[in-house]
């Protein structure tokens, strides 16, 4: 069975207003454990309302949405904000780090929240820290690292919990192409150890690193690539031309 | 005019910031008018109670003024944050600084006038309503009020000097910086507050030395003095402790991991600690508001409720004459003419022939004569056979032994020095039937009884006096008018004559005003210190929200966030209330002093009023606290 699962997933804001918008028409994919994909489209495709409904953040009007065989559709607010803590991952293009707290206790944050006894959330950091070679800036405030450096301290909150799916939403968005490069590369070797993860993103380079492609376009998928055995720098161009085809409304096969 | 429209636009368009602001102001501004109003169009000050009473008024005045400016400054520190960036903006489409400062001009103008207007208008009523009430409530008949504007006068003046400095401070503070750093200091983080261990011994040791004082208070002429001393080093010595013990506390949690890593105080000891530094002054004047709250109430209340008491104390019967002879048999029938005259029947006379008090101190055994501010009591002396009458007790003494009369203070040696001889005392009577004030004077009396005459003498060498005194029975109108005429026909002065009803009037339109000021100053400081928690509660939901918003995305429940804010807002509105009964503890001592200044040592009712005060006040504060949770929480939960 896949890990996440979509079914003819609608949603519809302000229904029955004058100004509806169907943000997502007709919706269905699905994700299979250590499966690294990305959702490309425009402003406005739908891409955000997607990612939300996945996070649970949001509710779909219609359809089904299955995640580790739980029916997401149906979960009130606390049990989505548990079933997030257990099961999701987080990055953010603003980072989302608390200013409040240190590096370490950014990423202690969702253990805390599952009430983890200390030693065992340094147990969990120990090897997490050094894969993404942070080591250094545990003790530090996030307001005295750089952007590249705040993006990995987040990725290590979004996976001190193993969740069973990574979502990233313009991981790269904020950062210069040679932090951009170092995080991508970070995506790359921790789905190569088995996470899955899904990436909402507008960079056609971003998604080059995904194993799979998918293309919003007015609510709907338009189309979907694979990897394959593709070197990246081919499979980059499969995805700018797939991208020229999305704008100029051609059609692609 | 551009700048014009842009203040107005600010006030019109941020209601929710400048509203209470405007009203906290009005408020200032109304009790201020009211104090103004009471000392300087009424006649309190022409009586001769009332030039305490007006004396305490100033006092009064100038901490409703201090705290107003206070509160005002801290009010508009935290609402600049969001007006900085506002004014950013404006500097970035192309107005100067002077354009800038001539809208903060306006703006602070626009604040200022409307308050001292509607201020004045409400000042005045309120006066008259509030002048009214005290009138009616303690038949105060020889109180009047008049008219006029010197009060409003100073009212605009005080007010005008306020937010001046205000105005200079804005100034002060857009000099510093250039539009840039303007535009980006809302979203700029602020930095971990440092420990300052120095600073935080610095504050306990002002602290206790204010402590010290205060429960060193004696009831004497230094009293007043001496408690405004101690006010002032606890008032600074708060304020350090606050600001730097509580993040010493604050990182001492956050060093305890199985403490800090739990979900409800992860995030408020970190969301704390990251805003000590205005948490810290703001839960100290929180913490000194519900001090100054406590120790009005409990002093006014504790006054007001001792107040038979006192004339009691005064005097053991309703007219009591004091004189170095004993009346003449045609002073006594003058009195019987009188007493015919106005129908007042007079009943159960009595005489108590003492030696002469004289003022001093009982230190250890010892009492010693002096009259300078250290004095407390007055001491005199009296002999067994005068006692065994009055009391109708049987008491032996033999030529070295005494009784000791001493209300309100403990004696418990068993001999006493006077004048290089030593005594036995046989035992400190709880009751003295004759007991009176001499001279109406502050100072606690004592009464030694002793053998006879000679010994008496021996204890005290002054001349007797004579406290001759008896009850009437009659209409109220009728006795007051009996005691004024018998005054008068004896040529008597007011210190050695006590009528309870002439008495009584007068310590009720004194205390009444007491009472009712001590009411006023807390309604004012209740204001304040909601008003500080609410603006605190609200500047800082909206620093949260982000916060919050980031949390509930990684996996912070509703309820969690609930549980959250409610360990927050607790820890926050515990320490300021936990300070207050501290403070208040420490004044007891003080107070009780400065209450027997007034002749008051009952410290029954004293301890009694200060429970019920600290139980209202505690009841009221949970209000507020419920109230201003809400507040924060429809912040923070608000997308």
New interface residues.
Partial sequence: MSLLNLKHIKKVFSEGNESEVQALKDVSFSVEKGDYVAIMGESGAGKSTLLNII?T?DQPTSGEIRLNGVELSHLS??E???????H?G?V?QSF??????NNR?NI???L???????QF?ENKLAPLSQTLGIENLLER???EISGGQKQRVAIA?ALITDPSLLLADEPTGALDSNNTEKILSVFERINEKGQTILMVTHSAQAASYAQRTLFIKDGKIYNELYRGDQSRSQYLQKIIDSLTALESNGEVR | MIQLKLAVHHLTKSKSQSLPFILSNLMWVTTTYIFLSMIYNTNIRENEYGAVANYVLKLGLIFVILIAALSTFYAERLLSKQRTQELGLYSMLGLTKNNLRQIIFLENSLFYIICTIIGGILGITFSKLAFMSLKALFGAASLHQTFTLIPLVYVAVIFAVIFLMIILFDFWRLRKVNPINLWAKATKPEAEPKSHTLLAIMGMIVLALGYYVSVTVKPTGAAFGQFILAIMLVVVGSYLVFVTASISLLKALRKNQSYYYKPNHFISVSNMLYRMKQNGAGLASISLLCTSILVALIASVSLVAGQKNLINLWSPRDVQIVAKAPLSTSAKQGINELADKHQVTMSDPQTVTVTTPVMGVLKGNQFKAQFNTKTESTFSSLDLQQYNRIQHTHYHLRSNEILVYAPGTNYSQQTLNVRGNRYQVKKQVQSFRGSFVYGHVIYKPIFVVAANQKIARQINPQPNVYAQGFNTRGTKRHQKQFASEVQRFLKIDPSNFTSKYVMGDLLKAMFGSLLFMGILISIVMVCATTMIIYYKQVSEGYADKHNYQIMSKVGLSNKETKKAIRSQVLTVFMLPIIGAVLNLGFALPAIKSVLSLFSMYDLKILLTVSFVTIGVLIISYLLIYLATTNIYRRIVEKN
């Fill in positions: 996070a953040l607010e606390n989505a904000s548990k079933f997030r803590r257990e999701l987080f953010f989302n780090l608390l200013d409040t707290f206790d202690y944050l969702p805390v929240l599952s009430k983890k006894s200390h959330m405030q996030p307001s909150r």
